[in-house]
């Protein structure tokens, strides 16, 4: 167990709190990692979607950076929401190096289907962001995006997190399983093994930050040095809980529930379920 684990969130902003940085900041707190973060853009969305975005300058991106890194070890980091190719410049040139795991939710396409980022962005995702990280986490949208495959099948789904890591060099791929029938099955390829986590499908249209959420709380487990399964492992069944216990807030969909597991007086150390 790392004494203090420290955790930091490099993503967009979310001011109805359900995702974005918010999301992963409660996570971060409800798992006992310290929390800190760096903003890429504001962005003006509630549980109907997003009605603005406000991009940082790079000059700020890149000095809230400094100001982390300069001070304050990190045990472990997530990027969320990257809009561009020169924000991934800045991010990709400070993370370089850095001896921590990085847990990599790739924010690239809209609920609606509509992508989130720019090709070029893409294509400079999957190039030099991709070989940095120990894990990506993308549900079949994302997942199809970034192989440029379609998924209909469990089989795809287990392809495409191959894929992804033998073919652009990921560290891990967590292939999730939100957009399909039956249970909600995940899969996670480490390079070598093909492991699953299954969960059940929860009926509620209350899963406005689920990625966030399920990203931040693998970052959180990994700062305190559990491994990469155990990580996804605990993180699954935190999820699981935040979904079964979510919100009806708002006139969309409602935000995940991330003290669930204390609301049921679980504790959330990891192994405990």
Same mark, same amino acid.
């Given at each position: 167990?790392?004494l203090?684990? @420290?955790?930091?969130?490099i ?8 995702a ?10 409800e ?14 969305? =509630? ?6 975005? %406000?991009?940082?300058p ?12 300069? +001070?304050?070890?990190? %045990? ?11 924000m991934?410049?800045?991010?990709a ?26 090709? =070029?962005?893409?294509y400079?995702?999957?190039?030099n962001?991709?070989?940095?990280t120990t894990?990506?986490?993308? =549900? ?8 440029g495959?379609?998924? %209909? ?25 939100? %957009? ?5 099955? +995940?899969?996670?390829y ?12 929860? =009926?509620?249209?209350?899963?406005h930050?689920t990625? @966030? ?11 305190q ?20 216990h979510s ?21 959330n ?5």
């Amino acid at each position: 167990m790392i004494l203090t684990p @420290c955790a930091l969130t490099i993503a967009g902003t979310d001011p109805s709190g359900g995702a974005g940085i918010q999301a992963d900041l409660k996570t971060f707190q409800e798992l006992k990692s310290f929390g800190m973060s760096v903003i890429t853009s504001v962005v003006a969305q =509630n549980t109907t979607g997003v009605q603005s975005v %406000h991009h940082i300058p790079l000059k700020m991106i890149e000095q809230q950076l400094e100001s982390v890194f300069s +001070d304050i070890p990190v %045990h472990a980091l997530k990027t969320g929401m990257i809009a561009n190719v020169d924000m991934m410049k800045v991010i990709a040139d400070k993370i370089t190096g850095l001896n921590a795991p990085y847990v990599m939710d790739p924010v690239m396409v809209a609920t609606s289907g509509d992508p989130l980022i720019a090709e =070029n962005a893409r294509y400079f995702l999957r190039g030099n962001l991709l070989p940095l990280t120990t894990l990506v986490t993308p =549900n079949i949208p994302e997942a199809e995006y970034l192989t440029g495959e379609t998924i %209909h099948t469990i089989d795809d789904m287990k392809q495409a997190a191959v894929q992804i890591v033998d073919r652009f060099n990921a560290g891990a791929a967590l292939v999730k399983g939100g %957009h399909m029938q039956g249970e909600a099955t +995940d899969f996670l390829y480490d390079g070598s093994t093909l492991h699953t986590f299954s969960a059940k499908r929860i =009926n509620t249209k209350n899963t406005h930050g689920t990625g @966030c959420t399920y990203s931040a709380a693998i970052t959180a487990y990994l700062s305190q040095g559990a491994s990469l399964y155990e990580a996804v492992k605990s993180a699954k069944y935190f999820v699981t809980k935040a979904i079964e216990h979510s919100f009806s807030l708002g006139s969309g969909s409602g935000p995940t529930n991330h003290w669930a597991t204390r609301k049921e007086g679980m504790k959330n150390e990891l192994y405990h379920h």
